[in-house]
């Protein structure tokens, strides 16, 4: 399991805001370089359901991938 401190905080975070938990997974899924499962796993020790997030996971990922294929696109449109 996560650090109990971590895992108590975010726990009342999902606690007093729940409408929060589902923008968070979108926002980290669309804009952070890092593997979702690094927000997911957290959320499922706590007890937080997968078909809760499936959907801005899902949509976050899409995001992500249109701002980098726009990304490599404009880069190669620019040098080339």
């Known amino acids: 399991h996560a650090h109990p401190l971590f ?4 726990r009342s975070f999902a606690h007093v805001h729940p409408a929060l938990v589902a923008p968070l997974v979108f926002l980290s899924a669309a804009f952070a370089p890092f593997p979702n499962e690094i927000v997911l796993i957290p959320l499922a020790f706590i007890g ?24 490599i ?4 449109e620019y040098f080339f």
């Not at 895992?7 to 975010?10: G, P, Q």
């Not at 499936?54 to 980098?68: H, K, M, N, R």
């Not at 696109?73 to 190669?76: N, Q, R």
């Open 48 to 71: 937080i359901r997968f078909r809760a997030l499936i959907v801005p996971l899902l949509l976050g990922t899409v995001v992500y991938q249109a701002l980098f294929v726009y990304g």
């Open 73 to 76: 696109t404009g880069a190669f």
């Open 7 to 10: 895992e108590e905080r975010l």
